[in-house]
């Protein structure tokens, strides 16, 4: 198995593994509250078949102390990016400290599990380039032409 740098290494093949008893956990903390949109995790049931996870829990809060559950996945022989959207009741992005990546349960009772790769995203901001404010008043409309 690999380290945890290995599910931020932009490579497929590579993967981190848990050692011990379950829920196996991956936790992903942030310098400040940050707003977060979608969590995805790479699986892949054929390379890994018994350390594929097979239900996962992802949980958000201020530290270890508070985390709340926002989704729970059931995973049947995942191949590929698994997107897990994180909004709250109300579809909007959530923001957050931190988040916790709970694999609850492997396929086939697998004890150990193998994580290939993990992305956060956050919402995409708009940017004001090209974004002019409109001009009302008399004194800018005069100007609004060139000649």
Avoid at 42 to 47: H, V
Avoid at 80 to 104: E, N
Avoid at 132 to 143: G, K, V
């Amino acid at each position: 198995g690999f380290g945890v740098d290995q599910l931020r290494d932009d490579n497929l093949e590579t993967y981190w593994q848990s050692d011990g008893s379950q829920p196996h956990l991956v936790n992903i903390q942030f310098r400040r509250k940050t707003t977060v949109k979608t969590l995805c995790i790479y699986a892949d049931y054929k390379s890994d078949e018994s350390y594929t996870p097979s239900k996962i829990s992802v949980r958000v809060g201020n530290n270890f102390h508070n985390l709340q559950e926002i989704r729970q996945l059931e995973l049947v022989e995942p191949s590929g990016w698994i997107h897990v959207p994180l909004t709250d009741t109300h579809k909007k992005p959530i923001r957050t400290f931190m988040i916790q990546i709970a694999v609850l349960a492997n396929h086939q009772n697998g004890r150990d599990t193998h994580m290939r790769q993990i992305k956060v995203y956050t919402p995409v901001e708009e940017s004001s380039i090209g974004k002019f404010p409109r001009c009302t008043t008399i004194d800018f409309m005069m100007y609004r032409s060139i000649r």
